[in-house]
């Protein structure tokens, strides 16, 4: 299991790009707040890569919040699908950039349609 922030940051990026290939040509840098009792952490991640450093940067085109124990969670055990269901239940917060926004919900959404029609045949 990933001990560091980063190499659970590196361990969620990879696992959703695997499972979404799509997510995987992405060029994109993106904003991480991770939100602990009193304490906020603040990640860039570029993908492809992924690349993870600390702290707040200028270029990124979307901000994603999470609260840390949620992101434990998902990281531990959390693929698509779980991102997904957090996502809706209002844990994962994304706000920046609606193209991008919308770009990575399409490509999300048709991959989990695929994989609904593989499991129907």
């Known amino acids: 299991m990933a001990t560091s922030t980063a190499e659970m940051i590196r361990t969620a990026v990879e696992r959703l790009q695997r499972e979404v290939p799509a997510l995987a040509q ?4 993106f904003g991480l707040e991770l939100r602990g009792r009193g304490d906020v952490q603040l990640y860039r991640v570029e993908v492809p890569g992924p690349k993870i450093s600390k702290g707040f940067s200028d270029d990124e085109r979307v901000r994603v919040s999470v609260p840390r124990s949620h992101f434990n969670e998902l990281v531990a055990d959390g693929g698509v699908k779980h991102w997904h269901e957090a996502y809706d239940h209002g ?12 770009l990575v919900g399409q490509v999300i959404a048709r991959t989990e349609a695929r994989g609904q029609l593989r499991r129907a045949r």
Do not use: C, T
Request: proline letters at 6%.
């Open 91 to 102: 844990h994962v917060k994304v706000e920046g950039d609606p193209n991008i926004q919308k």
């Open 26 to 29: 992405l060029k994109l840098v």
